[in-house]
């Protein structure tokens, strides 16, 4: 259909003899936001790495946009500049000041103009109100302040699709909320997403799709008011019963 980004399709992956992954299939429609929600060792970090190339997958495909992906797919490196994606460690270079980690893709990599890439990097800067550390270097910074300059240099490369990896995990509680706020602002404007998170209010307030993982499985897919209000499954109403919010 024309409306979607990403379309999964009996998507397989195995460490060895173990499959981790099995027979997963499903679509990302464009200005979406979709989360994966799981005990922890569910898959849900397996996936979303396989869909920029950072695992392996061993059976399936993935359609991005015009880009058939299958096994041994070679080319991730330009595919990965339409697909940005934000980990729970910053990854920061910590030689390199603010600006210089944010400006290092699209100057080295895409090749832009400097002045162009700057003026984008200082409103996004702006944006997340981070302006006056431009110059600053990661060791200056707190955890939430990385995660948030790990955003905008995701954001720089002007990706059409959006991964978040568990971003709020190895913060400490008071800093969580900054870089939520930077997501929620991001689903506001329609940008595509997936998002891996344990932040159930968080999830609530900004899926417009849930998938639910348990042992490399797709166990309820639904809609993410669907999903919080009447789960299908026995197995989702015990998570979410499980959690505090």
Known sequence: MANELLTV?????????????????????????TVLLGPSGSGKSTLIRCLNGLEEFHGGQI???????????????????????????YDLFPNRTVIDNILLGPLKVQKRDKNEALAQARQLLKEVQLSEYENAYPRQLSGGQKQRIAIVRALTLNPDFMLFDEV???????????????????????????????????????????????????????????????PQTQRAQDFLSSMDF
């Open 63 to 89: 359609n991005f946009e015009d880009q058939t992906i299958t096994p041994g797919f070679k080319k991730w490196q330009p595919l990965r500049q339409h697909i940005g994606m934000v980990f729970q460690s």
């Open 168 to 230: 709020t995990a190895s913060l400490d509680p008071e800093m969580v909320r900054g870089v939520l706020e930077v997501i929620e602002g991001l689903a506001a404007r329609k940008m595509t997403m997936l998002v891996v998170t344990h932040e159930m209010n968080f999830a609530k307030q900004i899926a417009d799709k849930v998938l639910f993982l348990e042992n490399g499985k797709i166990v309820e897919e639904s809609s993410g008011h669907q999903f919080f209000e009447q």
């Open 9 to 33: 399709t009996h998507l397989v992956k195995n460490y060895g003899k173990k499959e981790v992954l099995h027979d997963i299939n499903f679509t990302v429609e464009k200005g979406s936001v």
